[in-house]
């Protein structure tokens, strides 16, 4: 069974540009999920997708941040204008079903932001 | 609030035993687990928990849990150099699937 997949697996980007990340969820997983982790700390939910619904995106910084699910299917997340404290890994997890709580993660995509 | 907390590094001599220990907040939470890191992967999941158990034992692996102090650990048995990682702590409810992990404890192995 293939795994999560993200991509890019890194970017390098100057404060104020813009940046997307990819994420591949484990077919047939309804539960989507971005995290970040920050070095030294770890993953933070930013939004939690059930389908192509949002269940709880409450620490996305919606300012800058956004996410969309439109197929129920791959997800973006997408940082506009990047700021320098958004240097993170950025964890895309999927689960089968919102009440299973067993989520599958992706490899990460490391960002950094100058 | 949610919080979990874990000492930050532990080193242990390869073949002895390893206890990574966890302390959380949350009284409600169903389910508590254990994430492992390696370098430049994402995490994976060793092992869980449900609030009602006290122990479980998975091959090397032996958790415990202490619901009235709310203190979890990890007992890894005759470690290896592969068990080199960042392990996670973390707590979930079943009725949403939210986690909050701990930071992580830096486990090291020495020859």
């Known amino acids: 069974e293939a795994g999560v997949a993200q991509s890019p697996r890194y970017k390098i980007i100057e404060k104020r540009q813009s940046v997307a990340f990819w994420c591949n969820p484990i077919s047939g997983h309804a539960t989507l999920y971005w995290y970040q982790q920050i070095l030294g700390q770890g993953p933070k939910l930013l939004i939690q997708?059930?389908?192509?619904?949002?269940?709880?995106d409450s620490q996305l910084p919606k300012d800058r941040f956004s996410a969309e699910r439109l197929k129920g299917v791959d997800s973006t997340l997408k940082i506009q204008p990047a700021k320098l404290e958004d240097s993170a890994v950025y964890l895309c997890?999927?689960?089968?079903?919102?009440?299973?709580?067993?989520?599958?993660f992706g490899p990460g995509t490391r960002l950094t932001v100058l | 609030g949610e919080d979990v907390e874990q000492s930050l590094f532990l080193s242990v001599r390869e073949g002895d035993s390893s206890v990574i220990n966890c302390t959380y907040t949350d009284s409600s939470s169903t389910y508590l687990y254990w994430y492992k890191q390696e370098p430049g992967a994402g995490l994976q999941l060793l092992t869980y928990?449900?609030?009602?158990?006290d122990m479980k034992q998975d091959q090397r692996l032996t958790v415990l849990l202490n619901k009235k102090d709310k203190h979890l650990s990890l007992r890894i048995a005759d470690t290896q150099t592969g068990d080199s990682a960042i392990y996670f702590c973390a707590e979930g409810h079943s009725s949403a699937s939210k986690i909050i992990f701990g930071s992580g404890t830096r486990l090291s192995i020495r020859p």
């Open positions: 928990i449900f609030s009602n158990m």
């Open positions: 997890a999927s689960s089968q079903a919102e009440s299973t709580d067993t989520q599958y």
């Open positions: 997708f059930q389908n192509n619904g949002v269940v709880d």
